[in-house]
């Protein structure tokens, strides 16, 4: 049970980080499709930092402020320059956001496996993946008073930094749109960017800062799931579908990243759950592992069928804004 | 004597190079005063306030605020001089509280907390007189609730000068009284008012003096004491201006469209048509004359079968045997099915008439794609009618297959009432035909009326500019916020008879 436990925040938290990139974006008014590209560009991001840290000082002499520092940088600069090129195109050239978010994607995940695909060759290992191990055991560092407090320990203080720093930026995102002034005027501006406007608030400020700090935040999901989910170990396509997911969480969590965490770890226990029923055949197996999807449109259902308007869509979602056109 | 709280003088702004919004306006404001501007649509009522308020910059003349000339290029400067603008459409975020929308914007009183907010907005509230929960969502507010949100908006942001456009125009009498209690508490605490309206009780009831535009000139200001509304429609609509339209007299008018008793609700569900009874005959032009949006669109709509009607009913005469269909909850589609040549010019030409992306040929083909048999199109008949269409109408664009929406606002109103026109219909219902259009253009379109009316069509012609409408037309119908106010010949009929028509209050409370 508390491996289940366990099992589960490792699956959820990479879809956290995802979810809560995406809402801040969206509250800004752009539906940013390009995330799961962005969290596969992330993630080979810190992989590059790793392995040229790892193979430049050899496994044996690296720092471990440098080592976790050194990828968590090179993640968040590539996710920020993949949220640059978001931004670009749809707030200062007002792009279609969907075309745009989709050719991100793709993009991101072109980039992703060719620069994976080089590092493979440059390892020149016989497996076709990068192993960075060493840097992975400095990231999944865990509290060392961990173990002697027993099963709280166990479920609540056993994981790496990375997963508790997921969860408190959606806290702190919950806050600051919830109960300050920037949360009022980003919401603002995804709701109605010519009040906004009209307000005195610069919306082109606030729809880059958003984007880009949402991508970075999305980014931070494909490194924890390759430093921690995966023990370190690229290899091409091994991402999944956990980009779509993140997308699918933030309609579940209705635009509230407080309850993302908790729709996370739920998408993470769906993910997982075959693997702790016996006797499951394949075919049941795929169907459980559709779940999530299943219960997104389940949630779209009852929230579309309540018609509360704090839980739909920010208003503006998915349009340019254009100050002279009225 | 104090210093006028602003004073305008010789404002001019003009768009473009040949319409003039505004020309050599004058106007003075005081602390402690209500000043009303009156003038018809499109008389530069809006513009002037805008430029006031920062949105245009005026191409001439002086601004004065407080006796010190300044110069107001954006909202914020004049939020600076202590001026707020309340706009016709509300600048709100639907989600958003009362409070949570007044503070949007405020960087600078320190911490975020809207507990103290909203403690202010109930002392603005309450000082004034205004009925508000800073609680409650823009979403469940009805109009004069928003509205009232947003003149404290205005006032939260310490403004002493408040100019109101058309703030009457969403209300209701009951809310009019109250905005207008509200409007002279607000001026015995000594803030100077602009308010724009068309209806001239109104002005007669709250103003102090009365500023008065015409086409964009001034024409003059007089203190409300001293006039009345003779003197003040007068000064509105001005003398008659003959234009040179050639006028016919009716081709053999019979009965063709009989409208009864039409009842009908906007998207919205408020009423905006009532009881609604006229008859257009063919071979005459029927003109249509009213404020905007006094239910003129709607009209039309309902009538074309894109609107459903709540009660009432349309009878169309079948010209050559006499018989009656009834249109009533029949869609487009099935009007056409049934023989009857129905053309609509709606007034969103890129909206409702055209798709703006599609070249005139595939503009033509709206209405003729259900010709022709098996799946391929036929292009070789709207190819040719979209030529004949460019020919003839002079339609100036580069070839037949540009989209209509590189063309200028006249080239496109020639495709859509070339194409409406080649339906060959025996009703044709034009709304704002010669809207933005040059004065050639616009002649074009009265002659091709005119055309229309001696080939024996019934023509209703929704217009703005009173002189058009007394030169083109036979008869005019006024509605007024939704009904009818009178049916005028307009070959005997005075702009002032229409004018007064046109503001005329039915007392829908009493």
Redesign the interface.
Known sequence: MIMFIQRMVIQGIPLLYGSTGEIITEKSGHLNLGIPGIMYVGAIGGVIGAFLYENGAGAANMVPALAILIPLLCSMVCSLLMGLIYCFLTVSLRANQNVTGLALTTFGVGIGNFFGGSLIKLSAADVPSINLTATSNFFKTKLPFAKNLGAFGEIFLSYSFLAYLGIIIALVAAYVLRKTRTGLHLRSVGENPATADAAGINVTKYKYLSTCIGSVIAGLGGLYYIMDYAYGVWSNNGFGDRGWLSVALVIFSTWKPDIAILGSMLFGALLIVQNYIPNLSMSAQELIKMTPYLATIIVLVIVSAKNRKENQPPMALGLSYFREER | MSVPAIELKNITKTFGKSVVANKNVCLTVNYGEILAILGENGSGKTTLLNMISGIYYPDEGQIFVNGEEVSITS??DAFKYKIGMIHQHF??????SAT?NI???L?DDGK?DIKKASLKVREIAAQYGFEIDPDK?I?EMSVSEKQTVEIIKVLYRGADILMLDEPTAVLTPQETRKLFAVLRKMKESGKAIVIITHKLHEVLDISDKVAVLRKGEYIGTVNTSETNEGQLTEMMVGKKVTLNIDRSDPVDPTDRLIVAHLNCMNRDGFKVLSNVTFTAKSGEILGIAGIAGSGQRELLETIAGLQPMVTGGVQYIVPETGKIEFLRDKTPLQIREMGIRLSFVPEDRLGMGLVGSMGTVDNMMLRSYRKGKGIFLRKQEPKALADKIIEELEVVTPSASTPVRRLSGGNVQKVLVGREIAAAPTVLMAAYPVRGLDINSSYLIYNLLNEQKKNGVAVIFVGEDLDVLLGLCDRIMVIGSGTVTGIVDARTTTKEEIGLLMTKEVRKDA
């Open positions: 909202p914020k600048k709100l975020v639907d989600v958003f949570e503070i949007l914007g960087e975020y969502k979403y």
